[in-house]
């Protein structure tokens, strides 16, 4: 089964500091990583999805997947205060159910 | 305009009282539909999946049911509600497999 834990918990930067959140992952088969953030009591923004090893950017995210390592992580470039959110790690499992397995989330302070 | 649309936005309900959460996909045609669950402090985890008319598939069993009576239309129930039933509801729609689901706003459900 597919286990998907994020580091770190929670974290503080200040605006304009790159923000770097790591998410780890058990099965080196899967190929298909999102990262999501929820504003408190809000549903789910998609982010950037990546599919192969290297990196893949979104505006101001960029997700580095290293399959061999088993991490994925998200770079954030020059983060807002409107940037503050959980943000979520999803690895999707194999198979047709499009089912998502996702991690307890980081969450982000960005401070003025 | 949005496209996925859930109803009701928050719920406070007894323990062993009925429950029914609805969700609309607007301008998607025969999209898969998804409900997660995201209890206090937990991860989300997918309940139901559904890639067409009339079919659901049970992912996780938690005395819940889902329907889908119309293409664009995804149904949440259950007859008695329990204590752990509470929690944050998200449902969410992609065109295959491969695309990243997107989700609605979420209700949250209170079980007193």
């Known amino acids: 089964q597919q286990k998907v834990q994020q580091s770190p918990e929670s974290l503080t930067v200040s605006e304009g500091a790159m923000a770097s959140l790591n998410c780890t992952f058990s099965?080196?088969?899967?190929?298909?990583f999102r990262w999501y953030r929820q504003h408190s009591g809000k549903g789910l923004e998609v982010l950037v999805s990546?599919?192969?090893?290297g990196e893949k950017e979104e505006g101001s995210f960029t997700a580095h997947l290293n399959r061999a390592s088993l991490h994925v992580f998200l770079h954030i470039r020059e983060p807002q205060p409107s940037d503050s959110a959980l943000y979520l790690c999803?690895?999707?499992?194999?198979?047709?159910?499009?089912?998502?397995?996702f991690g307890l989330g980081t969450t982000l302070q960005v401070q003025p | 305009a949005q496209t996925i649309h859930q109803w009701p936005v928050a719920e406070i309900k007894a323990v062993g009282s009925p429950l029914s959460l609805g969700c609309t996909i607007k301008?998607?045609?025969?999209?898969?539909l998804y409900w997660y669950w995201q209890a206090t402090g937990g991860t989300l985890q997918q309940l139901f999946y559904?890639?067409?008319?009339?079919?659901v598939e049970s992912v996780v069993q938690l005395n819940l049911s889902a329907s889908r009576p119309k293409d664009d239309q995804f149904i949440l129930s259950t007859e008695k509600l329990l204590l752990s039933h509470s929690g944050f509801y998200l449902c969410?729609?992609?065109?295959?497999?491969?695309?990243?689901?997107?989700f609605g706003e979420g209700t949250r459900l209170s079980v007193l």
């Open positions: 301008g998607k045609s025969s999209p898969n």
């Open positions: 999803a690895v999707r499992i194999t198979g047709n159910t499009g089912k998502l397995i």
């Open positions: 559904s890639i067409t008319v009339g079919q």
């Open positions: 099965d080196r088969s899967s190929d298909n």
């Open positions: 990546i599919f192969s090893d």
């Open positions: 969410a729609w992609s065109l295959g497999t491969n695309q990243a689901p997107l």
